[in-house]
């Protein structure tokens, strides 16, 4: 079965904390994704991978950066946490798409809360 | 500019009727994916059916088939005998172009789905 997992489902965290969301994906997937989910908005890009050390900005990556060593392994960093920064993380992985469909598997989320 | 509209904040379906989730996206490549994905109140995303843009015929899972128009730029879905366990968020998304690991998804804002018994 395949899977993606993430270090917390829920956290608490002060304004000004640094805070690091961690991805993991046993699939052998090159790229890797990092979204936030708003009531009303849907899912934003932050960031995403397309292979180990590479990174690329999504729709939304100010005040977010992020980090892959290992091909397996994704992490989200917020730098200085802020209370606009409380939302659903959402991790997804996928093969590198060639023509099939190629879908993205997600893991099962992380609520994180800025106080 | 918005690449994928989901004009239904929300939906009610009675158990085992039939249900149409409305999608409509805007691109200018010949080229792309169609996605729709269930999220239950846990909060995983499960893909549930694929739609691409090359395809001759609408795509079809069990019970989830994609109404796919090309020249209308719509890729409705719908739910055949509705279950109580289909009460979901639901999210069309769109990927382009199709061959590129730098190629996204994006996502619409998403409706929810309730089915009363």
């Known amino acids: 079965d395949v899977k993606v997992t993430q270090s917390s489902r829920y956290l608490v965290k002060r304004t000004g904390e640094k805070v690091f969301l961690e991805c993991v994906q046993d699939?052998?997937?090159?790229?890797m994704f990092w979204y936030r989910q708003d009531p009303g908005l849907g899912l934003r890009l932050i960031y995403f991978?397309?292979?180990?050390?590479?990174?690329e900005k999504g729709d939304i990556p100010e005040g977010y950066s992020v980090s892959r060593e290992k091909k397996e392994r994704f992490s989200l960093i917020l730098e200085s946490a802020s209370t606009n920064q409380t939302s659903m993380y959402l991790c997804?992985?996928?093969?590198?798409?060639?023509?099939?469909?190629?879908?993205?598997?997600f893991g099962p989320g992380t609520r994180l809360t800025v106080l | 500019a918005q690449k994928i509209t989901q004009t239904q904040p929300g939906m009610f379906v009675q158990e085992k009727e039939a249900v149409t989730l409305d999608c409509t996206y805007d691109?200018?490549?010949?080229?792309?994916?169609l996605f729709w994905y269930k999220q239950p109140s846990s909060g995983e995303m499960i893909f549930l059916i694929y739609?691409?843009?090359?395809?001759?015929q609408n795509a079809t899972e069990g019970r989830y088939s994609l109404n796919f128009q090309k020249a209308r730029k719509s890729a409705n879905l719908v739910i055949s005998a509705s279950q109580l366990g289909d009460s979901a968020m639901y999210f069309c998304?769109?990927?382009?172009?199709?061959?590129?690991?730098?190629?996204?998804?994006?996502f619409g804002k998403g409706t929810m789905l309730l089915v009363s018994p």
């Open positions: 699939m052998d997937h090159e790229n």
């Open positions: 739609q691409g843009s090359y395809d001759q």
């Open positions: 991978s397309y292979d180990v050390k590479m990174k």
């Open positions: 997804a992985s996928r093969h590198t798409p060639r023509g099939a469909r190629n879908e993205q598997f």
């Open positions: 691109t200018s490549d010949p080229s792309y994916g």
């Open positions: 998304a769109m990927r382009d172009p199709m061959n590129s690991g730098y190629s996204t998804l994006t």
